[in-house]
C-alpha cells in the first residue's frame, strides 16, 4: 500500500508540475512514477521513513501550528532586531525529544530550526541542543509545548 501511496504522489506531483494533460503525457507520467517506485524498491530506500504515509492526518493539524508559529517567532525577532537596545540574550540549552522514532525526533529538530530565533545545533540521541536569540526563546522550548505537537503529530499524543 505504502508503494502505491508513493507512486500517486509522484504521479500528483509529476502533473502539478507538468501543467500539460494529453493523454500521451499523463501515460508517460504515470509510467514514469511507476518506475521511480520501482527503482526505489530495487535500492532498497521506499521505506516507512521516506514516505511515511501514516503521518498524513497528523499534518493536517500539525503544519498550519507550526506555520503561525513560524510567523510569530518572526515578528518577535523582528521586533527585536528594530529595537534600538537590540536586547538579544543569546542562550544554549538541551532538550529532550519524547519523539519515538528517528523521524519523529528529526521533524523536532528541523521545527525548531524553522522558528525564527531558534537553531538545533547538535542532535544525540533523544537531546537536541539548541541556540536561541533569547532566553525566553530557551524558555519557552523547556516548556514542552512543541514537543507535544510533534509527538501529536507523530501519533503518539
Same mark, same amino acid.
Given at each position: 500500500?505504502?508503494?502505491?501511496?508513493?507512486?500517486?504522489?509522484?504521479?500528483?506531483?509529476?502533473?502539478? &508540475?507538468?501543467? !500539460?494533460?494529453?493523454?500521451?503525457?499523463?501515460? +508517460?507520467?504515470?509510467?514514469? +512514477? @511507476?518506475?521511480?517506485?520501482?527503482?526505489?524498491?530495487?535500492?532498497?530506500? +521506499? $521505506?516507512? /521513513?521516506?514516505? %511515511?504515509?501514516? &503521518?498524513?492526518?497528523?499534518?493536517?493539524?500539525?503544519? %498550519?501550528? &507550526?506555520?503561525?508559529?513560524? *510567523?510569530? =517567532?518572526?515578528?518577535?525577532?523582528?521586533?527585536?532586531?528594530? !529595537? %534600538?537596545?537590540?536586547?538579544?540574550?543569546?542562550?544554549?540549552?538541551?532538550?529532550? +525529544? =519524547?519523539?519515538?522514532?528517528?523521524?519523529? @525526533? *528529526?521533524?523536532?529538530?528541523?521545527?525548531?530550526?524553522?522558528?525564527?530565533?531558534?537553531?538545533?545545533?547538535?542532535?544525540?540521541?533523544? /537531546? &537536541?541542543?539548541? !541556540?536561541?536569540?533569547?532566553? /525566553?526563546?530557551?524558555? $519557552?522550548?523547556?516548556?514542552?509545548?512543541? $514537543?507535544?505537537?510533534? =509527538?501529536?503529530?507523530?501519533?503518539?499524543?
Amino acid at each position: 500500500m505504502r508503494h502505491l501511496g508513493l507512486a500517486g504522489f509522484l504521479f500528483a506531483f509529476w502533473l502539478v &508540475l507538468s501543467g !500539460h494533460y494529453t493523454p500521451m503525457l499523463v501515460a +508517460a507520467g504515470a509510467v514514469s +512514477a @511507476v518506475l521511480c517506485v520501482l527503482a526505489m524498491i530495487r535500492g532498497r530506500v +521506499a $521505506d516507512a /521513513e521516506g514516505f %511515511p504515509i501514516e &503521518l498524513l492526518s497528523g499534518a493536517v493539524t500539525y503544519f %498550519p501550528w &507550526l506555520l503561525r508559529e513560524i *510567523a510569530k =517567532s518572526a515578528w518577535a525577532v523582528t521586533k527585536i532586531i528594530l !529595537h %534600538p537596545n537590540l536586547p538579544i540574550s543569546p542562550t544554549m540549552t538541551v532538550v529532550r +525529544a =519524547s519523539q519515538r522514532t528517528s523521524t519523529g @525526533v *528529526a521533524t523536532y529538530a528541523n521545527s525548531i530550526t524553522l522558528t525564527p530565533g531558534t537553531i538545533t545545533v547538535g542532535v544525540n540521541g533523544s /537531546e &537536541l541542543t539548541v !541556540h536561541a536569540l533569547v532566553s /525566553e526563546g530557551a524558555l $519557552d522550548l523547556e516548556g514542552g509545548a512543541m $514537543d507535544r505537537r510533534v =509527538s501529536q503529530f507523530e501519533g503518539r499524543a
